[in-house]
């Protein structure tokens, strides 16, 4: 660190700094950035561009008494840095160390941790009406995307912010983008505002000129006073914010400090909802991140910090097999059409997109209205197909509910990210899809295992025309194919001692677990116990050859990379028992915990899912049920889940 950031150690240490200081501080938690992004992966395009823009933010208002809270909060690296956590940056998104996103156990600072997208303003909103209960009115500050922007939730906290006069600042981080290119009406509307920046500096010299002038000087800049709204109308068309009751501050530059801290200061004094817009670039500062195209080094996996050219991947990954197959399939269809929730590439659907711009939706950050357009779609006769990442699907469970599956819609949701995601940490984990999926009636779930079950999965999945089904997929590289030994009525058995004979235990392994429950059966086999191994493919609903197989084993252990509450394993010990099948069954899964962020392999440790955890406790109940204690496994089962749980809370 240079001679400036060290002496930053809270926001207060700020406005001690002369203009020039800001100046050369904003360079240097620009290298701090991309220096520790550079090792530890993360997001680097939205912090460059926020670093005036926060270091203003803690000029002009008292964290934390005065709270900044930011949306979807992949850009509050520099709000780290600037409360205290400059020294830690080098473990950022490591076990053990920063979060990426603003966390409650670090800091104050750091009033919510919210990591999916337009929630910010519905804080803010609550905040502020608990602070007026309680008597006390202090401002409270969101900044939000522009990106954003485009979900639905951010309108609903609008109506609410604007129908009172609670101090609530909305800033308007615009730079035209979320993981993509901002889309939509409003993005056209920012885009007109953002087409003006010079505006606001026409204006102010004018009311400082024109009233010099001898003798028509001031007539007439009283004459263009008045006209003033309908020059900004004209020029700058807020007028839709100022029509919800909200005043409009801007656009300004949001890399230029006087100017942000001046339009900060002005919605401060207004002591009442307000709008700032700042516009700024993504990747601001650092020439690699602001000449990509794509978009601006949003999220990298690391790099070098001097050319900005990435660590070369190794392999290919589920979501570019994925994209393959999409491709495919939609050359040999033209009812499939795709659909994403603002991040078309990172869910695989970019080449779709080029290749079929006609048959490709990106509707920005609105997953509920992604899923429900799909609906729509599907009535229309397209066969949809809907990218998100897993966890933002919990977003529009009720549109799948009510709107595909009630309708029994051929609509394909694709999840990535599915299982344990690891260092983007609690909220990006993919695993509750499993469990929440369970009770929607009608849907069809599979779980590939490696490439050739992912493409021929997708592909059942869209010839499949009597209702919706999902595919699901982790962010964990793609290993080697996991070949079947043999197929019984769908079902793949993987390993086994011999066809059509008795095992000790049957386990049952879902998607992408499937090699680690391999190398887990051979440790069991080694232990004494004969093991078969196999994967449904499609694991909802349970195939009924899993209710045979079960018949000839001692025990049934599922595996699966979701939430063990309601999971797979447990609708396949539902169906066993239902079956009249007395085989005892048990599951392991992820406990009902958020589990920390770290690298995956460190929070599978944590949570339980290692080949050698899995191993140990097939060999544990399997010996218990050897010997008659059914009933004792029970309690086994259950006193492992809750240290497990324990454990992870501790934490």
Known sequence: MSRVLPRVGSPSDLRALSHDELVLLSAEIRDLIVQTVSRTAGHLGPNLGAVELTIALHRAFDSPAEPILFDVGHQAYVHKILTGRAEQM???????????????????????????????????????????????????????GDGALTGGMCWEALNNIAASDRPVIVVINDNGRSYDPTIGGFADHLA?????????????????????????????????HGMKRGIKDLLAPQGMFEDLGLKYVGPVDGHDLPSLEHALELARRFDGPVIVHAVTRKGYGYAPAENDEADQMHQTRGFDPVTGEAKVSSGRTWTSVFSDEALRLGGERDDIVAITAAMCEPTGLGAFSRKYPNRFYDVGIAE???????????????????????????????????????????????LDRAGLTGDDGPSHNGMWDLSILGVVPGLRIAAPRDEPTLRAELAEAVDWAQGPTVLRFPKTPLGDDVP???????????????????????????????????????AVRQAGYTVRVVDPRWVQPVPPAIIELA??????????????????????????????????TREIGVPVVFPDHGK???????????????????????????????????????????????????D
């Open 90 to 144: 080098s473990t950022l998104r490591q076990t053990g160390g920063l979060s990426g996103y603003p966390s409650r156990a670090e800091s104050p600072h750091d009033w919510i941790e919210n990591s999916h997208a337009s929630t910010a303003l519905s804080y803010a909103d609550g905040m502020a009406k608990a602070f007026a209960v309680r008597g006390e009115r202090r401002p409270v500050v969101a900044v939000v």
């Open 192 to 224: 007109g505002l953002r087409l003006r920046p010079g505006y606001e500096k026409m204006l102010g010299t004018i009311k400082h000129r024109l009233p010099r002038v001898p003798v028509v000087g001031a007539p007439i800049y009283d004459a263009l």
């Open 368 to 414: 509920q209205h992604a899923v429900t357009s799909a609906a729509g779609l599907a009535t229309g006769g397209m066969h949809p197909i809907v990218a998100l990442y897993a966890t933002f699907l919990n977003r529009a469970f009720d549109q799948l509910l009510m709107d595909v599956a009630l309708h029994r819609l051929p609509v394909t949701l694709v």
């Open 484 to 522: 079947a030994l043999r197929h019984v009525d769908g079902v793949d058995v993987v390993a086994e001692p011999a066809p059509d004979v008795d095992v000790d235990v049957l386990v049952v392994a879902v998607g992408a677990t499937a090699p680690d429950v391999v190398d887990a059966a051979e």
């Open 551 to 584: 018949r000839s084993a001692g025990l049934v252990v599922t595996v699966e990379d979701g939430v063990v509450a309601g999971g797979v394993g447990s609708r396949v010990s539902q169906a066993v028992r239902a079956a009249g099948v007395d085989t005892p």
């Open 600 to 650: 995956v392999a460190d929070v599978r440790v944590a949570v339980g899912l290692t080949v050698q955890d899995v191993g140990r406790r097939i060999v544990e109940w399997s010996a218990l049920v050897q010997r008659g204690g059914d009933s004792s496994s029970d309690a086994v089962n259950e006193q492992v889940s809750e240290r497990r749980a324990d454990e992870i809370a501790g």
